[in-house]
């Protein structure tokens, strides 16, 4: 029998990209292909599942031939497959070459002696449901099979798509860490060296001291070791020295202050602190803090003013260059925060991959349909969120919550799962929407920090 | 009764007053601070560092008890007896120099993180207030301004501090003085409070009733042990005045926060000879 397909139109250029371009699963509802070689039979199940409303792609083919033509243009979810196909083919040799497209496939098979099919073979072959033309075949009854095995092609389908999903986001973000971390390294605009060695270039020359040393102190509870110290000479060079801890260090004691603070002759009044190896010894000290962001305490400390050592004026010079010298370190501090942070979320996301990936069923333990939809409906595992949040809350300046970020993120992935890009596609519009009425209500301001 | 004249409303209160000399008061022998408990807000005290220095000098110090208060959480840490940075030990030194039988609370707003906020400095004033019951609590800190919006924060912590006044406790706060465009607060909010600037004081006693904008007081400026104690600072004026008060307190256990500050503006009228 002749196909039902248009028959000889010129193929519309623009109309052929999407079909060889690769398609977007995501995007694209379940396709069921009928293949059988009788027209009214072809249409009289069209008809069928058109008025079902399924939300399916339908495909119908009148013989083999035209069925892998169509099975090499878009992947067949579930084939509806006559066995007889006429010419002295069968609908599960058919089945068996569709298989060679997608491994995934299912099938009801039409036949008119259902009692002689070989189930066997053909529950290897993937037809998981019979309707006997003389017996049970009615619009309710075929509807019934293709809705079943719909139900169960669904779920597998979408974690089939995640698993996908999974894999090119890993590939993506293996591909583009070389090239971030090498852009970093290209695009630091402020060495901290660079910008350590010039501040002590400044209030070296301007207030006589002699030497100097720049202390940075960054502190997370969330890490281990909580306090990271370093500590930087006049070259803006790491010192090696082993650093005394902040709180009952010089430094510590100047940041507690909030202001520059003069030390001369150290050694004739107790300090209740102890002294850095590179502090010791000093006949005169000046320390101020700079102010550079939260949980960073940078303080530069200036030794040895020849004479009667420091005095109130150099106070009041360095507590200005303190004002200008941390605008500049925060700048090549935050540049490198920004980096750090950018590798610990990518570092977070890959791991936070794996864990979902983890939550997915194996070959081996395949899940009911039911089970599958379940939980994709469902949120990701606690460790998945928290990883997602912790990435979210880094460093940077945000301006919601990250928790309240992920339920808006997890709320628009429910309603893809449930209803389909074009939910999310309203859902798009309607924040927009309300983004532009607030705007309009209560004019349009910088986000603060 | 003396056959003169009787005297006017303003000589009997000269006449009694007179005998109340601060050489008379501050240097009583009962003036050590027992009995009162001071709270100190601050960046936590280095108890073994002060029970040292108090041995050394042949005095035991009363045990000091604490905790540490941090962003995001409502019961506040233990206190390890560690200080997160030296400034809250020169403090408590100071007091305890001028009054050493006073029971002092470290409460840490600082910890190891090294800042703080308006809202841990209202829980920590709190908790000094209503939980350990101080008398007396030392504020050697100041908020910034900007950092008090929306006005609502500003308004909770002038609650606190008046929850503190309405409950006789005496809130000693450093004046900022090193910003003048910016208040400092809560040293801004005088009146249910006592703000104390660094005056030119050689005596530890000595100090001063001298209004400046919202600044009342001037005390001793300088401290006696840690890093940074030598030089002048608000910071170490502040506890001065709240040792002198710690002092007073032992004397009349019963003071009320408005009876000490007329006790300290008359004594500032007649400084120590």
């Known amino acids: 029998m002749a196909s039902d397909r248009a028959p000889t139109e010129p193929p519309d250029p623009l109309a052929r990209v999407p079909r060889s371009a690769p398609r977007s699963a995501a995007d694209d509802p379940e396709t069921v292909l009928i293949v059988d070689d009788e027209e009214p039979v072809r249409r009289t199940f069209r008809e069928w599942l058109d008025e079902a409303d399924l939300d399916v792609h339908l495909l119908a083919a009148a013989d083999a031939e035209e069925a892998l033509n169509l099975a090499n243009e878009r992947t067949v979810d579930l084939a509806i497959l006559d066995w007889n196909l006429g010419a002295g083919s069968d609908g599960l040799q058919l089945l068996e070459d569709l298989y060679v497209f997608n491994p995934d496939i299912v099938a009801i098979m039409i036949t008119g002696y259902a009692h002689q099919a070989t189930p066997l073979d053909a529950m290897r072959m993937g037809v998981r449901d019979y309707l006997d033309k003389n017996q049970d075949l009615d619009r309710n009854t075929f509807l019934r099979a293709v809705r079943r095995q719909l139900d169960r092609i669904r779920p597998a389908r979408r974690q089939k798509r995640l698993h996908t999903g999974l894999v090119a986001f890993r590939e993506a973000v293996e591909r583009v860490l070389p090239l971030v971390q090498t852009a970093a390294a290209l695009n630091d605009p402020l060495s901290l060296p660079e910008v350590v060695a010039s501040l002590f270039r400044f209030l070296l020359r301007s207030t006589g001291a002699r030497d100097g040393v720049l202390l940075v102190r960054d502190y997370d509870p969330a890490r281990q070791p909580a306090e990271l110290c370093r500590a930087y000479d006049v070259q803006g060079e790491t010192l090696s020295t082993p650093l005394v801890p902040f709180s009952r260090s010089l430094a510590g004691a100047a940041a507690s202050m909030g202001q520059a603070h003069l030390l001369n002759h150290p050694g004739e009044s107790p300090l209740a602190v102890e002294l850095q190896a590179f502090e010791r010894g000093r006949r005169s000290l000046l320390a101020a803090p700079l102010t550079t962001s939260p949980g960073l305490q940078v303080i530069v400390e200036l030794f040895d003013k020849p004479g009667d050592g420091f005095a109130e004026s150099d106070r009041q010079l360095v507590t200005a260059a303190a004002d200008f010298g941390g605008e500049v370190l925060r700048h090549a501090l935050a540049e490198r925060q920004s980096h750090r942070a950018l590798f610990e979320a990518i570092d977070l996301a890959l791991r936070a991959s794996d864990s979902l990936s983890a939550t997915l069923p194996s070959a081996g333990s395949q899940p009911t349909p039911k089970q599958a939809g379940e939980r994709l409906l469902k949120p990701p595992p606690l460790a998945v969120m928290e990883q997602l949040s912790e990435s979210l809350g880094g460093p940077g300046p945000h301006t919601v919550a990250a928790d309240d970020a992920l339920r808006l993120a997890e709320a628009v992935r429910t309603l893809a799962l449930k209803h389909g890009p074009a939910a999310v596609r309203h859902c798009t519009r309607a924040v927009e929407s309300l983004r532009e009425l607030l705007d309009e209500l209560g004019g349009v301001e910088e986000a603060g920090p | ?273």
């Open chain 2, 1 to 273: 009764m003396s056959d003169a004249a009787p005297p006017g409303p303003s000589d009997v209160f000269d006449e009694i007053l007179a005998l109340v000399r601060p050489e008379r008061l501050l240097h009583d022998p009962r003036a050590t601070g027992e009995g009162v408990r001071v709270c100190v807000i601050d960046s936590g005290i280095e108890r073994t560092l002060l029970a040292e220095r108090f041995r050394d000098r042949g005095q035991e110090l009363q045990p000091i008890e604490g905790a540490v208060f941090v962003q995001g959480r409502a019961e506040p840490l233990p206190y390890d007896g560690r200080q997160s940075a030296p400034h809250g030990t020169t403090v408590a030194d100071i007091i305890l120099t001028l009054a050493p039988r006073v029971r002092l609370f470290s409460a840490d707003i600082f910890g190891p993180q090294g800042s703080s906020d308006a809202e841990v400095l209202i829980r920590a004033l709190h908790w000094a207030v209503d939980i350990w019951k101080c008398h007396i609590v030392n504020l050697s800190l100041g908020v910034p301004e900007q950092r008090l919006n929306p006005v609502q924060r500003r308004y909770q912590l002038l609650r606190a501090v008046e929850d503190g006044y309405f409950k006789d406790v005496l809130i000693f706060a450093a004046a900022a003085n090193e910003h003048p465009l910016t208040h400092s607060y809560p040293a801004v909010f005088a009146p249910p409070l006592l703000s104390v600037d660094k005056g030119p004081f050689d005596d530890p006693l000595g100090f001063d009733y001298a209004l400046n904008e919202r600044i009342e007081f001037r005390a001793h400026g300088r401290g006696y042990v840690g890093p940074f104690a030598s030089e002048p600072a608000t910071s170490w004026a502040a506890p001065h005045l709240a040792g002198i008060a710690a002092r007073l307190l032992s004397l009349r256990p019963g003071l009320k926060p408005f009876e000490v500050k007329t006790l300290l503006y008359w004594m500032s009228r007649h400084p120590l000879t």
